[in-house]
């Protein structure tokens, strides 16, 4: 049976767009941090290293790179985790400087996919596409734990709308949102879907209490 994301994890992937408590198991992925503005032209080589190494793992069965146990699947979407640096930080900018964006870009990996193959199929995504980037992709499993999250729909610069709900919404369960800090998860391709109709998901950690 083919695994889907959109079908087996639902809950994680296809949130309501009104915020909701759900608590994140570990999974794994493969991952690039960079720094700076997501809108200039370098952010699209860490988006191409990705997909690289993902569709080798996607491919491998066909280009003679197989996988003990492995199984058809719904390559999973582009996530990103956000943070700002440390001298935004310390000036405390009330208006974001999106040169000074810190990020963690990723995709979830299926769960038959161990360390090993990860380290093998990097190197053949990278001997085959030669995108310095595909090299500085690392394997890691994250456990994000308990979370609030919700779709977005629209721009990325209307999401502190939706954060805002969030912030409320966690307020009024007891739940403590642990540092400015998020993951955003998309289901749209920027590239093709106007601003407008953009679906998001947003995510924070929390703590009760």
Request: proline fraction near 6%.
């Amino acid at each position: 049976m083919k695994i889907d994301w959109k079908k087996d994890d639902k809950q994680f992937y296809l949130p309501a767009a009104k915020p909701e408590f759900r608590n994140i198991p570990e999974f794994s992925f493969f991952t690039l941090e960079g720094k700076g503005n997501p809108n200039d032209p370098f952010f699209a080589n860490y988006i191409t290293a990705l997909y690289a190494a993902s569709y080798a793992v996607k491919m491998s069965p066909k280009s003679g790179q197989g996988l003990p146990g492995y199984q058809e699947y719904t390559v999973y979407p582009l996530e990103g985790v956000w943070d700002v640096d440390d001298e935004a930080k310390r000036l405390k900018l009330e208006v974001l400087d999106k040169d000074r964006l810190v990020f963690k870009l990723m995709m979830r990996q299926p769960d038959f996919l161990t360390e090993n193959d990860a380290r093998g199929l990097i190197e053949h995504a990278w001997i085959k596409k030669k995108e310095p980037l595909i090299k500085e992709v690392k394997f890691e499993k994250i456990t994000d734990g308990p979370c609030v999250q919700m779709l977005h729909l629209g721009s990325y610069d209307s999401e502190p709308a939706s954060f805002a709900q969030m912030e409320v919404f966690a307020a009024e369960n007891k739940l403590t949102r642990l540092s400015k800090v998020h993951r955003e998860i998309y289901l749209s391709d920027a590239r093709k879907v106007s601003p407008d109709k953009l679906r998001t998901v947003l995510r924070f950690k929390v703590r009760k209490g």
